[in-house]
């Protein structure tokens, strides 16, 4: 069992910047995935961006070259640097975590509001 914790998000003007952070706790495997996915008023839930352990990095484009996933220094933590948000960045956003164990977790989830 793998239990996160989010931390972050907030109500920002277009513009403005957020970061986000998580924290795993439990069963952690050394190589394993964690990121973030949001879901927006509406619509289905959408990659945002993941990271490896091992360093491989995928982002949505839609927030590509704004938004910067990190490890932090304890390897069970992720980090994500949203600049230059966007109205349509508005969302609930999860924290992710899944390894080899074919099991995935998530977080219970941290409001993101983008004002004009």
């Known amino acids: 069992q793998v239990h996160l914790v989010e931390s972050g998000g907030g109500l920002v003007q277009a513009g403005g910047s957020l970061r986000l952070s998580c924290g795993a706790s439990?069963?952690?495997?050394?190589?394993?995935?964690m990121g973030w996915y949001r879901r927006a008023p509406g619509k289905q839930r959408e990659l945002v961006a993941t990271?490896?352990?091992?360093?491989?990095?995928n982002y949505a484009d839609s927030v590509k070259g704004r938004f910067t996933i990190s490890r932090g220094n304890a390897k069970n933590t992720v980090n994500l640097q949203m600049n230059d948000l966007k109205p349509e960045d508005t969302a609930v956003y999860y924290c992710?975590?899944?390894?080899?164990?074919?099991?995935?977790?998530w977080g219970q989830g941290t409001q993101v509001t983008v004002s004009l």
């Open positions: 439990g069963r952690i495997f050394l190589i394993n995935t």
């Open positions: 990271i490896v352990s091992v360093g491989r990095i």
């Open positions: 992710y975590y899944s390894d080899s164990s074919g099991l995935n977790y």
